[in-house]
């Protein structure tokens, strides 16, 4: 199940705010629609340095909300054009690349065996 998926991304890493980084890793969280709320999409970038602070705080964001059939998709990331370069942004500070699937971390209950 890894592949190229084309996403956008932050100029900077999200995970630190004082962090001016470019990000290399982008973490998707997709939490199916069930009975009592909406489908549930976020993502979220960040630099090689801040990689695990992501993963964690948006683990402990689904697991805080019940979001028990979620999963979170950690993607490398070809980095965004720096500050300076012509880029094709739809929108400002947000750039169009691309990122390679390396992890699935599914958030589900887990079961002892």
Not at 17 to 42: G, K
Not at 61 to 88: C, F, M, S, Y
Request: with cysteine.
């Amino acid at each position: 199940m890894f592949g190229i998926l084309l996403c956008t991304c932050s100029s900077t890493c999200q995970a630190d705010r004082t962090c001016d980084r470019i990000p290399h890793f982008q973490a998707h969280l997709d939490a199916p629609r069930d009975a009592e709320r909406p489908r549930i999409q976020y993502r979220t970038a960040a630099c090689a340095s801040h990689l695990g602070t992501m993963v964690v705080a948006m683990t402990a964001w689904a697991r805080e909300r019940d979001l028990t059939n979620a999963k979170l998709t950690v993607l490398t990331i070809q980095p965004p054009p720096r500050e300076g370069h012509p880029r094709p942004w739809p929108h400002r500070g947000r750039a169009q690349t691309s990122g390679l699937i390396f992890s699935i971390i599914h958030l589900g209950e887990q079961r002892d065996q």
